[in-house]
């Protein structure tokens, strides 16, 4: 066992990094800054990170789970809004399909997976997320698996998250299908990337809403002194500090296990990240709203845009709630009797 | 990065897997149970016979000379056989270790590693808990000799142990860090007397106080320089906050695979709640298990143990008392109405997490100051 990342990984962390800093947003404002952001969007595609996970013409991913779940920290950290996690979900749910044209993913209205449908139209709202595809795969019910399908993504909506995209598939939207097929094996070994790639943008935006808020205690004066002096906001970032430690193990693992374990042992690895990363991110997050006070509450603060950020990826593939209804299911068998 | 085990690895676990199948005592998790400390000596010393113990330590000693992570591997079998974990010393050893001359280090870690030696840790006393430099036993030089004048408490197995790594201010004339020594006082001598502590969980042979009355150290058996003892309490309670040193995620797991089995076993019987809570135990437990491997892969690169390891104390406080809670939500009513029952002792055992070793607030000062550099008031 040794689990300390190769020199190649820690210099894509180091790269990934400086990319983030040099055209991230820094401001609130900056969000409506489009000639950076498509700045950034260029540069990450040309750094290829967007096919990380698309097929390397054997079938297999050009890089690991980790690799993406490394750029998904990264950008996490520096709220980065760029497509990224959306479009290497779409990517590598396309290899599994064996297709290999650029899509999106329409994820069910729970947003715990793909959408599954069994008539030609369908019968939600959908919804694609972090993607600029024009087109979304989902799924039709075919004997022990599924039939890819598609569906052509709608117009861009206004989300929580004010850093990546989502776009509504309107209800009788016509499902066309794709004559290839996905097993059942392939959609869990898919969800078990989700699942990592989600915590580690959940990791990143608690290391880089701590970040802010570190040194924001160091500076905020009352009293005459820093408030990052006072015992009570020092283990309020003490908790926040080891929350994402302990997020950033686990979710480690879950992004190794994605290609290392079987679907179901990757999957169930992604979950127990998950429901941690979730509930930590939660409490990160509002540990750094409080720790900046009144101007942590208005719109002008980085902050929400972590706290926003935090819970798209949360519900993303699924919260620590719903993990920990899939994990009691999983480990101790079906609900009976009691509610 | 591979979380999967080497070969070498790989062969060491079937071998202790085999082992265990064979030597498995079966005795209680230590937070619940009297038995589990009455048998502990018996428990190190098949462990360390069938050289199973001390991997990590240096073959001169006993040990193995083995990386750290086969504490991990074998800590993660004993979680599976539902074994107890192994007996927790490592921070005595990297105090001796890292302190001691090679005379101390010969004379006393042989015995400490195998199991042949019982020790206790002499630290806190009734006025000097979290701030330990305060403390005020004394141990005053007479000829080759120190007499140690004092009262200490929180002194795990000090009724059965052989030597205390006692902690005594041998300068009353500087600052309070600096007149510190540290000694290896043998516990067999009538100046020493022994009070037992009952903990709110009802067990008995875990906590004691211990009071020096003119007990008796050859000045030979200082560990470290006179004045080192502030320097040689750091590295043993740094060591001592490190979950990889302590091997509990061991005695985590068996408790929640315990749980889950009480579930499973009857499913009809437990609301989404409990279960949940079950499940919530675990997704901590294997956060811990993830997380000590990561601590661990960091040695390799030389990353020295540093404040770290108070993060990683106080991940394993929430973890344990996440297991305590869990096993308290299963239990149900249960739980109150015998107070022999074991999700009662394993929650109330969990609360001492926050407190040994060092507080939870003493640790979250140690993170903010010396990890997030937040300035001191």
Same mark, same amino acid.
């Given at each position: 066992?040794?689990?300390?990342?190769?020199?190649?990984?820690?210099?894509?962390?180091?790269?990934?990094?400086?990319?983030?800093?040099?055209?991230?947003?820094?401001?609130?404002?900056?969000?409506?800054?489009?000639?950076?952001?498509?700045?950034?969007?260029?540069?990450?595609?040309?750094?290829?990170?967007?096919?990380?996970?698309?097929?390397?013409?054997?079938?297999?991913?050009?890089?690991?789970?980790?690799?993406? @779940?490394?750029?998904?920290?990264?950008?996490?950290?520096?709220?980065?809004?760029?497509?990224?996690?959306?479009?290497?979900?779409?990517?590598?749910?396309?290899?599994?399909?064996?297709?290999?044209?650029?899509?999106?993913?329409?994820?069910?209205?729970?947003?715990?997976?793909?959408?599954?449908?069994?008539?030609?139209?369908?019968?939600?709202?959908?919804?694609?997320?972090?993607?600029?595809?024009?087109?979304?795969?989902?799924?039709?019910?075919?004997?022990?698996?599924?039939?890819?399908?598609?569906?052509?993504?709608?117009?861009?909506?206004?989300?929580?998250?004010?850093?990546?995209?989502?776009?509504?598939?309107?209800?009788?939207?016509?499902?066309?299908?794709?004559?290839?097929?996905?097993?059942?094996?392939?959609?869990?070994?898919?969800?078990?990337?989700?699942?990592?790639?989600?915590?580690?943008?959940?990791?990143?935006?608690?290391?880089?809403?701590?970040?802010?808020?570190?040194?924001?205690?160091?500076?905020?004066?009352?009293?005459?002194?820093?408030?990052?002096?006072?015992?009570?906001?020092?283990?309020?970032?003490?908790?926040?500090?080891?929350?994402?430690?302990?997020?950033?193990?686990?979710?480690?693992?879950?992004?190794?296990?994605?290609?290392?374990?079987?679907?179901?042992?990757?999957?169930?690895?992604?979950?127990?990240?998950? @429901?941690?990363?979730?509930?930590?991110?939660?409490?990160?997050?509002?540990?750094?709203?409080?720790?900046?006070?009144?101007?942590?509450?208005?719109?002008?603060?980085?902050?929400?845009?972590?706290?926003?950020?935090?819970?798209?990826?949360?519900?993303?593939?699924?919260?620590?709630?719903?993990?920990?209804?899939?994990?009691?299911?999983?480990?101790?068998?079906?609900?009976?009797?009691?509610? | 990065?591979?979380?999967? +085990?080497?070969?070498?690895?790989?062969?060491?676990?079937?071998?202790?897997?085999?082992?265990?199948?064979?030597?498995?005592?079966?005795?209680?998790?230590?937070?619940?149970?009297?038995?589990?400390?009455?048998?502990?000596?018996?428990?190190?010393?098949?462990?360390? +016979?069938?050289?199973?113990?001390?991997?990590?330590?240096?073959?001169?000693?006993?040990?193995?000379?083995?990386?750290?992570?086969?504490?991990?591997?074998?800590?993660?079998?004993?979680?599976?056989?539902?074994?107890?974990?192994?007996?927790?010393?490592?921070?005595?050893?990297?105090?001796?270790?890292?302190?001691?001359?090679?005379?101390?280090? +010969?004379?006393?870690?042989?015995?400490?590693?195998?199991?042949?030696?019982?020790?206790?840790?002499?630290?806190?006393?009734?006025?000097?808990?979290?701030?330990?430099?305060?403390?005020?036993?004394?141990?005053?030089?007479?000829?080759?000799?120190?007499?140690?004048?004092?009262?200490?408490?929180?002194?795990?197995?000090?009724?059965?142990?052989?030597?205390?790594?006692?902690?005594?201010?041998? +300068?009353?004339?500087?600052?309070?860090?600096?007149?510190?020594?540290?000694?290896?006082?043998?516990?067999?001598?009538?100046?020493?007397?022994?009070?037992?502590?009952?903990?709110?969980?009802?067990?008995?042979?875990?906590?004691?106080?211990?009071?020096?009355?003119?007990?008796?150290?050859?000045?030979?058996?200082?560990?470290?320089?006179?004045?080192?003892?502030?320097?040689?309490?750091?590295?043993?309670?740094?060591?001592?906050?490190?979950?990889?040193?302590?091997?509990?995620?061991?005695?985590?797991?068996?408790?929640?695979?315990?749980?889950?089995?009480?579930?499973?076993?009857?499913?009809?019987?437990?609301?989404?709640?409990?279960?949940?809570?079950?499940?919530?135990?675990?997704?901590?437990?294997?956060?811990?298990?993830?997380?000590?491997?990561?601590?661990?892969?960091?040695?390799?690169?030389?990353?020295?143990?540093?404040?770290?390891?108070?993060?990683?104390?106080?991940?394993?406080?929430?973890?344990?008392?996440?297991?305590?809670?869990?096993?308290?939500?299963?239990?149900?009513?249960?739980?109150?109405?015998?107070?022999?029952?074991?999700?009662?002792?394993?929650?109330?055992?969990?609360?001492?997490?926050?407190?040994?070793?060092?507080?939870?607030?003493?640790?979250?000062?140690?993170?903010?100051?010396?990890?997030?550099?937040?300035?001191?008031?």
């Amino acid at each position: 066992m040794d689990t300390r990342e190769t020199p190649e990984q820690s210099e894509l962390r180091r790269s990934a990094r400086q990319l983030a800093r040099e055209l991230g947003p820094t401001t609130v404002d900056g969000l409506d800054d489009g000639a950076r952001s498509a700045r950034l969007a260029t540069a990450v595609r040309d750094a290829g990170w967007l096919d990380l996970r698309a097929d390397d013409g054997s079938g297999r991913p050009l890089a690991s789970g980790v690799e993406a @779940a490394i750029v998904a920290e990264v950008l996490g950290e520096r709220v980065a809004d760029v497509a990224f996690t959306g479009a290497v979900l779409a990517a590598d749910f396309a290899r599994r399909a064996g297709v290999n044209d650029d899509g999106s993913v329409a994820y069910s209205p729970s947003l715990t997976s793909v959408a599954v449908v069994s008539g030609s139209e369908t019968t939600t709202a959908l919804h694609s997320i972090d993607s600029t595809s024009d087109q979304a795969y989902l799924l039709v019910p075919r004997g022990d698996g599924y039939e890819l399908a598609s569906v052509p993504t709608g117009d861009r909506d206004d989300g929580a998250d004010l850093t990546r995209s989502v776009r509504v598939i309107p209800v009788g939207t016509v499902v066309q299908e794709e004559e290839r097929l996905l097993t059942r094996d392939a959609l869990v070994a898919w969800e078990a990337l989700g699942l990592a790639l989600t915590s580690a943008d959940l990791v990143g935006v608690m290391r880089g809403v701590l970040d802010v808020s570190v040194e924001y205690a160091k500076e905020r004066k009352q009293f005459g002194v820093p408030v990052g002096s006072f015992q009570a906001v020092q283990h309020l970032l003490a908790d926040a500090h080891c929350l994402m430690e302990g997020s950033a193990s686990i979710a480690l693992y879950a992004s190794w296990a994605v290609d290392n374990l079987e679907p179901l042992a990757a999957r169930a690895a992604g979950r127990t990240a998950k @429901a941690y990363c979730a509930r930590a991110a939660r409490t990160v997050c509002e540990t750094a709203v409080q720790v900046h006070g009144g101007i942590g509450n208005t719109w002008e603060c980085m902050v929400h845009v972590y706290l926003r950020r935090a819970l798209l990826s949360s519900q993303w593939f699924g919260d620590d709630s719903v993990q920990l209804h899939e994990l009691s299911g999983e480990r101790l068998g079906a609900t009976v009797g009691l509610p | 990065m591979d979380f999967r +085990d080497s070969p070498a690895e790989a062969e060491f676990r079937a071998r202790f897997r085999t082992w265990l199948a064979d030597n498995n005592p079966g005795l209680p998790t230590s937070s619940t149970d009297d038995e589990y400390w009455a048998r502990q000596a018996e428990w190190h010393t098949a462990l360390f +016979d069938a050289g199973f113990f001390g991997l990590s330590w240096p073959t001169r000693f006993g040990g193995h000379d083995l990386p750290t992570v086969f504490d991990v591997i074998l800590d993660e079998e004993l979680a599976t056989a539902a074994a107890p974990p192994r007996p927790s010393l490592g921070y005595l050893v990297q105090g001796i270790s890292h302190h001691g001359s090679d005379a101390i280090q +010969d004379r006393f870690l042989p015995g400490l590693i195998s199991g042949r030696d019982r020790w206790c840790q002499g630290f806190s006393e009734p006025d000097a808990g979290s701030d330990l430099a305060s403390l005020r036993t004394t141990a005053t030089r007479d000829g080759d000799e120190y007499v140690i004048e004092g009262h200490k408490v929180w002194t795990s197995y000090s009724d059965v142990a052989d030597w205390c790594f006692l902690l005594a201010r041998t +300068d009353h004339d500087v600052a309070k860090h600096k007149g510190l020594s540290a000694f290896a006082v043998p516990m067999d001598q009538p100046a020493i007397e022994q009070r037992p502590l009952r903990m709110i969980n009802g067990i008995t042979t875990e906590f004691g106080q211990v009071l020096f009355d003119g007990a008796r150290v050859p000045a030979a058996s200082m560990i470290g320089e006179p004045g080192e003892g502030w320097r040689v309490a750091m590295t043993i309670v740094s060591h001592e906050r490190e979950p990889g040193e302590l091997g509990y995620v061991a005695r985590y797991a068996k408790t929640v695979n315990e749980l889950e089995r009480i579930v499973r076993a009857d499913p009809g019987a437990f609301r989404s709640d409990q279960r949940e809570a079950v499940a919530w135990a675990a997704v901590q437990v294997e956060m811990l298990r993830r997380h000590v491997c990561r601590r661990l892969s960091e040695r390799l690169d030389g990353v020295e143990h540093g404040p770290g390891g108070s993060i990683d104390k106080l991940l394993m406080t929430w973890v344990e008392q996440t297991v305590g809670a869990a096993a308290l939500s299963v239990a149900g009513a249960q739980a109150v109405l015998d107070s022999d029952d074991t999700a009662l002792k394993v929650y109330l055992y969990s609360r001492a997490q926050s407190v040994m070793g060092g507080t939870s607030q003493v640790q979250k000062n140690i993170v903010a100051t010396r990890i997030l550099g937040l300035p001191t008031a």
